[in-house]
């Protein structure tokens, strides 16, 4: 038998692969670890403050603030799309990883607020980078969108076809945000984020032996889409003046029922994915969250018996930037040196759908 293990020859380096073959065991072969290896973000210049929203909308900054934590949010320009921030996102990421466009293989944007439903905004983000070799694609995950990208982008690295993605979450929310809504439209705010995901083949790829991307955890439940959704503006509730008129291409939020499910989910999603990858509560440096609501956070933090301090917390300049906002949090941790190499950090975020999803990275 030619391609038996006895048959390779000695000055013949085996393989994982051939090496657990010969052995006569059945382990999974150690695949090269996947290396966050740059982050950037994009914020629009302009900025809402609370104050602003009292002379339109019945509120004040004080309820705001006590019940969200939010302070300010940033609306981008009337010409400015989803692909522009997440362009802009994606060029201080890769600049951020020393990589030009071109050595690009994968774009993976998500966002529930593309800049129109084909082609995907991955594509005309692309276009925009002059990435021309790069596949690119959309994930429609809401909130999650950007974790549940993140995943992918590694599951197709590690396939060992790709060796560099992109993944960016981007969302332009003032522009699907009912502003006569006080209950919603001091909740969120338009920006960019975005990382690169780079397979480490070598020594010198990875000279501190960093595991990058331990674990994931994905999950969904379809059965509680009705509590955050937005009814129009696709095929089954179409743009029509009508609908137009009664606002149904806005996002609708019962509060207090998605409140609950994204303590729930999350707290659960930290916990399992703490556990799939081996890593206790304690080895966590900081734990990024989703940037929804101040007292969620602070009831996971409770829930994990964690001081608020464990956390990344930006939300109170951002609002919700739906699935740009793990981002967005993740560069600014790692740019104000919250987060260095070495550390353990915990993503976990959840969405319309309903989604929700983990990570844990070694830097």
């Avoid at 004080?62 to 802009?88: L, P, Q």
């Avoid at 916990?271 to 440096?285: D, H």
Wanted: charged share 20%; hydrophobic share 40%.
């Amino acid at each position: 038998m030619p391609n038996s293990p006895s048959s390779i020859p000695s000055s013949h380096n085996p393989s994982p692969a051939e090496a657990a073959i010969a052995n006569g065991t059945s382990a999974q072969v150690a695949r090269p670890p996947v290396l966050l290896a740059g982050t950037g973000s994009y914020a629009p210049s302009r900025v809402l403050t609370n104050a602003d929203l009292e002379r339109t909308v019945e509120t004040s900054d004080e309820w705001i603030t006590t019940r969200t934590g939010i302070k300010e949010r940033r609306i981008a320009a009337e010409d400015e799309y989803t692909s522009d921030m997440g362009f802009h996102a994606a060029r201080a990421a890769l600049t951020d990883a020393g990589i030009s466009a071109t050595d690009v293989d994968l774009i993976m944007v998500g966002t529930a607020t593309p800049d129109m439903f084909f082609p995907s905004t991955g594509c005309v983000i692309q276009s925009k980078l002059g990435a021309s070799r790069a596949v690119a694609m959309d994930v429609s995950a809401a909130c999650s969108g950007f974790l549940y990208a993140f995943e992918l982008a590694r599951q197709m690295i590690s396939c060992g076809e790709m060796k560099t993605a992109l993944v960016i979450g981007a969302e332009k929310i003032s522009a699907v945000t009912d502003w006569t809504d006080r209950n919603t439209c001091v909740l969120f705010g338009d920006g960019a984020g975005a990382a690169v995901l780079r397979r480490a083949d070598t020594v010198e790829e990875n000279p501190r032996h960093a595991r990058g991307l331990l674990a994931t955890v994905l999950r969904s439940d379809g059965n509680y889409g009705h509590i955050l959704n937005m009814p129009g503006g696709a095929i089954r509730c179409p743009v029509t003046k009508e609908n137009i008129d009664a606002r149904h291409n806005t996002l609708k939020m019962n509060g207090k029922e998605t409140f609950k499910q994204a303590v729930v989910s999350m707290c659960n999603a930290s916990l399992e994915v703490l556990e799939k990858a081996g890593v206790g509560l304690e080895e966590i440096a900081c734990i990024i969250p989703h940037q929804a609501n101040i007292r969620i956070i602070e009831a996971i933090a409770d829930r994990l018996k964690l001081g608020l301090d464990r956390f990344m917390v930006n939300l109170h300049r951002y609002g919700n930037t739906g699935a740009a906002a793990v981002a967005i949090a993740l560069d600014e941790a790692r740019r104000s040196g919250r987060v260095k190499a070495g550390d353990k950090i915990l993503l976990v975020a959840f969405g319309s759908g309903l989604t929700w999803a983990s990570t844990v990275l070694e830097l």
